[in-house]
């Protein structure tokens, strides 16, 4: 059983503090989700396979779990600070397509970019254009304590709440001398909650408001669905760091406004709120506008299973920053692939008579440092290193074995005990190999030894050779063939 306990690096605290549950019956933790105007890059991902590290690891610690994830398909500007244009409206302006059709590919992409690493079905997966009334009643409720219209729309006045940029951490001379291009803004962090239409501007999703035709700001739209589907309060708010310096103190400045944060200046919506740090590249961070990006499908391209860039994320703490390299993915490929042989050997060892055995202490030893390392604000990398360890021991029983790894792949998915070898071949697009013609080839090659052929068994070899497939005879966990190296 479990026994650590679970401890959260706080981003409001900055500091990791033990994780108490509003209610234990049922944890509730909300992330932001996805822009919708493209297909999400492996920086984004990597924000995901961390909220799905939390989520599971809560599992692990026997709680139940709602989860929320958002879906922005209106008012993320160009710029976190308000400035730019809407970039779902960008994308259909310069596409020439229908912005609703747009939001449903990019959604439906990144639904499956989920299900390929693996992250575990959220409670909901809410839009924000489905909620564009509730948004409007929430504005409605603020906007006479909190709010002043400009021809813009509607903006939020920051200093009518306490502490405003208290998660960004931000010092108050820092503040000051940000250039913004929104003529009559009181406080230069002030930000829109409702944006109006320009004139003649032609906006292909836009609603009425008492502030005129528009669209709901993006930071309103978190606090709406949070609230809506966790309540007033809930445990744990994620994001990327970026989200931590402007659109999660606007959600919390929001949450505030709407609760009366005079009553209660404490006030924040979510306890906790976790971020994780940033996937870069040695030119910088990993940007959706910036052109070329690598998708999860550039790696699947290049011969690369999606689980190999689930581990890779693993074996960074979330809080680190983390560079991609192709160099460090087919490291962690190989990781995999060895993993996945040695589980593989176990299963054949333990034949089908599987469950039953009690862990050995040395097997439940390596579950509690496991356990140990998640329980420490995730420390994945560590976590890791008792599977190894794991997998290391010697005389256990092999049923045992399999149970303590099927345990530890709830927190990890790897999908250690489903993954088939032949799926980890990384095998680049260009390469151009059949498997299916391999495997004829392979036949034929059977046959003529079966015959003492051993010419026309060589000739196969060599042909197989030349087309980039290294024949393995006698491998010790079965492999028939591999791409050369
Ligand atoms: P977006 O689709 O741009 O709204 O971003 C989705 C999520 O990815 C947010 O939580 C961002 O903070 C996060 N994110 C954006 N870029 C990166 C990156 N390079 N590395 C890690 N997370 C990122
Ligand atoms: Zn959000």
Same mark, same amino acid.
């Given at each position: 059983?479990?026994?650590?306990?679970?401890?959260?690096?706080?981003?409001?605290?900055?500091?990791?503090?033990? =994780?108490?549950? *509003?209610?234990?019956?049922?944890?509730?933790?909300?992330?932001?989700?996805?822009? +919708?105007?493209?297909?999400?890059? *492996?920086? @984004?991902?990597?924000?995901?396979?961390?909220?799905?590290?939390? &989520?599971? /690891?809560?599992?692990?610690?026997?709680?139940?779990?709602?989860?929320?994830?958002?879906?922005?398909?209106?008012?993320?500007?160009?710029?976190?600070?308000?400035?730019?244009?809407?970039?779902?409206?960008?994308?259909?302006?310069?596409?020439?397509?229908?912005?609703?059709?747009?939001?449903?590919?990019?959604?439906?992409? =990144?639904?499956?970019?989920? #299900?390929?690493? @693996?992250?575990?079905?959220?409670?909901?997966? $809410?839009? &924000?254009?489905?909620?564009?009334?509730?948004?409007?009643?929430?504005?409605?409720?603020?906007?006479?304590?909190?709010?002043?219209?400009?021809?813009?729309?509607?903006?939020?006045?920051?200093?009518?709440?306490?502490?405003?940029?208290?998660?960004?951490?931000?010092?108050?001379?820092?503040?000051?001398?940000?250039?913004?291009?929104?003529?009559?803004?009181?406080?230069?962090?002030?930000?829109?909650?409702?944006?109006?239409?320009?004139?003649?501007?032609?906006?292909?999703?836009?609603?009425?408001?008492?502030?005129?035709?528009?669209? $709901?700001?993006?930071?309103?739209?978190?606090?709406?669905?949070?609230?809506?589907?966790?309540?007033?309060?809930?445990?744990?708010?994620?994001?990327?760091?970026?989200?931590?310096?402007?659109?999660? $103190?606007?959600?919390?400045?929001?949450?505030?406004?709407?609760?009366?944060?005079?009553?209660?200046?404490?006030? /924040?919506?979510? /306890?906790?709120?976790?971020? @994780?740090?940033?996937?870069?590249?040695?030119?910088?961070?990993?940007?959706?506008?910036?052109?070329?990006?690598?998708?999860?499908?550039? &790696?699947?391209?290049?011969?690369?299973?999606?689980?190999?860039?689930?581990?890779?994320? *693993?074996?960074?703490?979330?809080?680190?920053?983390?560079?991609?390299?192709?160099?460090?993915?087919?490291?962690?490929?190989?990781?995999?692939?060895?993993?996945?042989?040695? +589980?593989?050997?176990?299963?054949?060892?333990?034949?089908? %008579?599987?469950?039953?055995?009690?862990?050995?202490?040395?097997?439940?030893?390596?579950?509690?440092?496991?356990?140990?390392?998640?329980?420490?604000? *995730?420390?994945?990398?560590?976590?890791?290193?008792?599977?190894?360890?794991?997998?290391?021991?010697?005389?256990?029983?092999?049923? %045992?074995?399999?149970?303590?790894?099927?345990?530890?792949?709830?927190?990890?998915?790897?999908?250690?005990?489903?993954?088939?070898?032949?799926?980890?071949?990384?095998? $680049?697009?260009?390469?151009?190999?059949?498997?299916?013609?391999?495997?004829? #080839?392979?036949?034929?090659?059977?046959?003529?030894?079966?015959?003492?052929?051993?010419? #026309?068994?060589?000739?196969?070899?060599?042909?197989?050779?030349?087309?980039?497939?290294?024949?393995?005879?006698?491998?010790?966990?079965?492999?028939?063939?591999?791409?050369?190296?």
């Amino acid at each position: 059983m479990p026994q650590a306990a679970l401890i959260l690096y706080n981003s409001l605290s900055r500091s990791a503090e033990p =994780f108490r549950p *509003l209610d234990p019956a049922g944890v509730r933790v909300y992330s932001c989700g996805p822009t +919708v105007y493209n297909y999400a890059h *492996l920086g @984004n991902l990597r924000a995901y396979v961390f909220t799905d590290t939390l &989520a599971r /690891t809560l599992r692990w610690k026997g709680y139940p779990l709602t989860h929320v994830m958002n879906i922005t398909d209106v008012g993320h500007l160009q710029s976190d600070a308000d400035e730019g244009a809407d970039k779902m409206e960008a994308r259909a302006r310069e596409t020439g397509k229908d912005i609703w059709a747009i939001a449903r590919h990019y959604t439906e992409a =990144f639904k499956r970019n989920l #299900r390929d690493l @693996n992250v575990q079905e959220m409670s909901r997966m $809410p839009l &924000a254009t489905d909620h564009v009334d509730e948004m409007i009643a929430f504005a409605a409720a603020i906007a006479d304590r909190h709010c002043y219209l400009l021809d813009g729309g509607l903006y939020f006045d920051t200093a009518t709440v306490p502490d405003y940029g208290r998660l960004a951490g931000r010092a108050e001379d820092e503040r000051e001398g940000r250039i913004d291009p929104v003529e009559g803004k009181r406080h230069p962090e002030d930000f829109a909650i409702w944006r109006r239409s320009a004139p003649g501007e032609n906006r292909q999703m836009e609603w009425d408001s008492p502030w005129g035709r528009g669209a $709901p700001g993006w930071h309103l739209e978190c606090s709406v669905m949070s609230r809506l589907y966790l309540g007033e309060r809930f445990d744990i708010h994620t994001g990327g760091i970026d989200h931590r310096e402007i659109h999660h $103190p606007n959600e919390i400045a929001q949450n505030q406004a709407h609760r009366g944060c005079g009553n209660e200046p404490g006030f /924040t919506g979510a /306890t906790v709120w976790m971020h @994780n740090n940033f996937l870069v590249e040695r030119a910088g961070k990993m940007s959706k506008s910036s052109g070329e990006f690598l998708t999860l499908q550039t &790696a699947l391209d290049r011969g690369f299973h999606p689980l190999a860039y689930r581990l890779m994320c *693993l074996q960074a703490h979330y809080r680190s920053e983390m560079e991609f390299s192709w160099e460090g993915l087919a490291a962690a490929a190989i990781r995999l692939k060895r993993l996945v042989q040695t +589980v593989a050997t176990l299963r054949h060892l333990a034949g089908p %008579s599987r469950g039953g055995d009690f862990p050995s202490p040395a097997i439940s030893d390596q579950l509690d440092e496991f356990d140990r390392a998640i329980s420490d604000d *995730l420390a994945t990398p560590r976590a890791l290193v008792a599977l190894d360890r794991l997998l290391s021991l010697k005389k256990q029983s092999p049923a %045992s074995m399999l149970g303590a790894i099927a345990r530890m792949d709830e927190v990890l998915g790897l999908s250690l005990l489903s993954l088939d070898r032949a799926d980890l071949r990384v095998r $680049p697009v260009d390469a151009m190999i059949d498997e299916r013609a391999v495997a004829a #080839r392979l036949g034929d090659r059977v046959q003529a030894r079966a015959a003492r052929d051993f010419a #026309r068994s060589d000739a196969i070899r060599a042909e197989l050779a030349a087309s980039g497939v290294d024949v393995m005879d006698g491998d010790a966990l079965g492999w028939d063939w591999r791409p050369k190296g």
